[in-house]
């Protein structure tokens, strides 16, 4: 996420358990794209992931392999160095949860972040997102399997998914919720809008990191204060500006820029009946 930040000309810090010859590997690669960083120093080796990428087909096959689990003084660490930084308008919280970390760690992070009168922006899954969403807080950014298992439900369709993000903004969780619907687009639900939009057309090298580079987008354009349509709208672009490049490159300014400028044209009614 902060390198994504970094792509799209803003700055963020990254902070992250980190142990073994992958987790020096993966601090050194952010070294070299000048990303600043705080490193949480464990006793296991990071985990891997594995994109294989088949030339004739153009699909790709992700394998995520199981990381090593985090002890409770490993993961309080990670919670003490956010809990003590100054000057910190909005806290993201990704990824899934390690073994040995409690579910409840991205709650406890929301009540840190209330502490501190930060928005928090979360983007997880199953028992994390749930109790993150009791917590309370700013945005989430579930896809529609994850939201139709907050409203209680076991699936969603498409036609069903702006009711159910209504309910959950109506329920106290977020202020903000941004719903990803795969080829379908994404939803911007809030209390006074609801906007859907889909993505320009563009020739797909790759969807690794889309999701992170659209949160990116929109934080980056929240911290400039700008409105929550443009934020989401240059979210939408630079998660679509990240499947235009090969492999793990994530987004290119340029192609965020551009494809915003095309979002925005398309999309100018529609912001101006929601505002």
């Known amino acids: 996420m902060a390198r994504a930040i970094k792509k799209l000309g803003g700055e963020a810090v990254a902070i ?59 993961w309080k660490r990670c919670l003490e160095e956010i809990e003590k930084m100054d000057d910190v308008r909005f806290i993201v919280a990704s990824g899934s949860i390690p073994e040995g970390v409690p579910f409840d760690i991205f709650a406890r992070l929301a009540a840190i972040a209330k502490s501190k009168n930060d928005k928090l922006i979360v983007d997880t899954s199953d028992g994390a997102l749930k109790l993150a969403a009791e917590e309370g807080v700013y945005m989430m950014k579930p896809n529609i399997g994850e939201l139709a298992w907050l409203v ?42 609801e906007l859907v939009v889909k993505p320009p057309r563009i020739e797909k090298r790759s969807t690794v990191g889309a999701g992170d580079s659209m949160v990116a987008g929109i934080v980056l354009q929240l911290s400039q204060n700008k409105d929550i349509r443009d934020a989401f709208l240059y979210g939408v672009a630079a998660g679509t500006a990240a499947t235009m490049n090969a492999g793990t490159e994530l987004c290119h300014k340029a192609d965020a820029d551009l494809l915003f400028d095309q979002l925005c044209m398309q999309y100018h009614d529609q912001i101006l009946t929601t505002a």
């Open 16 to 74: 992250y358990p980190a142990g073994g010859y992958t987790g020096e590997f993966f601090t050194q690669m952010l070294f070299q794209e000048k990303v600043p960083t705080i490193v949480i120093d464990i006793k296991n080796p990071m985990r891997e992931n594995v994109v294989v990428l088949e030339e004739d087909s153009n699909n790709q096959y992700r394998f995520g392999f199981p990381g090593a689990g985090l002890s409770e003084s490993e």
């Open 152 to 193: 209680g439900k076991n699936e969603l369709s498409i036609d069903e998914v702006p009711e159910a993000g209504r309910k959950v903004i109506s329920m106290g969780h977020c202020e903000v919720l941004v719903i990803s619907m795969g080829e379908d687009g994404a939803i911007l639900v809030t209390k006074d809008i």
